[in-house]
Each structure stands twice: as C-alpha cells, then as structure tokens.
C-alpha cells in the first residue's frame, strides 16, 4: 500500500543523511533515491516542453490519420498545437476535419494524473462536442487515450453498422 507524506527539504536531508548507516543497502538507495529526486524536481519548462511534444505528437498522429499534412507554422493547415498558457482544448482542429475528427483533446505528459479535474477541465473547453484526453507516462509504452463511455460506446455501434453492412470504411 502506498501513501503520501509531505516533507520539507530539512526533514529530507535529515533522512538521507540518516539512512546511510543502515544494513539494508539496496532499499536504502531506493529510498535515498526517492528523497533526492523530491529536493530536485523537473523545471517548469522542461514540464511545459513535454507537454508540447505530447501535444506535437497527436497533431502528427491526426495528420496522419487523414493522410493530411501537419505544418503548425501554416494558418491553413487544419489542425494545430494549443500555445502553452493559453486556455482551451490543447490541439486545435477546424474545417472539414473538425467534422470528421469531433473531438475536443486534453493533453497531459505526467507521471501523476488528477482525473476528476482534467476531465472538468476537458469538458469545460469542449463546449459540448465530444472529447479526449491523451495521457503520457513514462511506464506506459505509448500514449493512452480517455474518453466518455457514451461516446465510445456510440463509435463502436457505428464500426458494427458498418462492419453488418460491408462498408469498406474501416
């Protein structure tokens, strides 16, 4: 069982210090380990930089899906990356894909995800169009997508239906 405790630097360096007596080296270091990396978490903008990527990523990832092309420097192009600080859905989709991609999309690239508010944030910006949320982790392989039960519940009767009927759609 896991569970969270707060500590300030002192009572940290007073742990670590404390700790290198003890017999049991490789949990020792484990621990020490953990401390350490409390004293010095990632900067703001190595945060705000992964956060681009992730957002990047699903841009070029959409892109490829509708066989378009993906330039977040050309106002034409219909799908681009949220600027860091701005408020709304993270990746901008408009145009004929907005119709065929109607999904608001909410990135995180976190280790530790607070559900319950990125899916108020998310659904705040959605604006009542369907949404996503994209979420990386670095145990996770690849990127992991969330998403409302009615909306994928109804993109799964629309595969079947089409799947029944022969289209050649999917």
């Known amino acids: 069982m896991s569970h969270n405790i707060t500590l300030?630097?002192?009572?940290?360096?007073f742990i670590t210090t404390h700790l290198m007596g003890e017999q049991f080296p490789t949990e020792r270091e484990k621990i020490v380990k953990k401390l350490?990396?409390?004293l010095n978490p990632i900067k703001i903008s190595s945060r705000k930089q992964k956060g681009r990527n992730l957002q990047k990523w699903v841009?070029?990832?959409?892109?490829?899906?509708?066989?378009?092309?993906?330039?977040?420097?050309?106002?034409?192009?219909?799908?681009?990356?949220?600027?860091?600080g701005q408020s709304g859905v993270d990746v901008i989709i408009w145009g004929?894909?907005?119709?065929?991609?109607?999904f608001a999309i909410e990135?995180?690239?976190?280790?530790?995800?607070n559900l319950p508010q990125t899916i108020k944030q998310?659904?705040?910006?959605?604006?009542?169009?369907?949404?996503?949320?994209?979420?990386?982790?670095?145990a996770f392989k690849?990127?992991?997508?969330?998403?409302?039960?009615?909306?994928?519940?109804?993109?799964?009767?629309?595969?079947?239906?089409?799947w029944m009927h022969n289209d050649k759609g999917y």
């Open 8 to 13: 300030n630097r002192k009572e940290i360096e």
């Open 36 to 38: 350490e990396k409390c």
């Open 59 to 84: 841009c070029e990832q959409i892109a490829k899906l509708f066989n378009i092309e993906y330039d977040q420097q050309d106002d034409d192009c219909p799908i681009h990356s949220r600027e860091m």
């Open 96 to 102: 004929e894909l907005q119709q065929r991609f109607p």
């Open 107 to 113: 990135c995180k690239s976190s280790e530790q995800l």
């Open 122 to 138: 998310v659904k705040k910006n959605a604006k009542g169009k369907h949404w996503i949320i994209v979420h990386k982790k670095k």
């Open 142 to 162: 690849k990127p992991v997508v969330i998403m409302d039960w009615d909306c994928f519940y109804k993109l799964c009767v629309d595969f079947l239906f089409r």
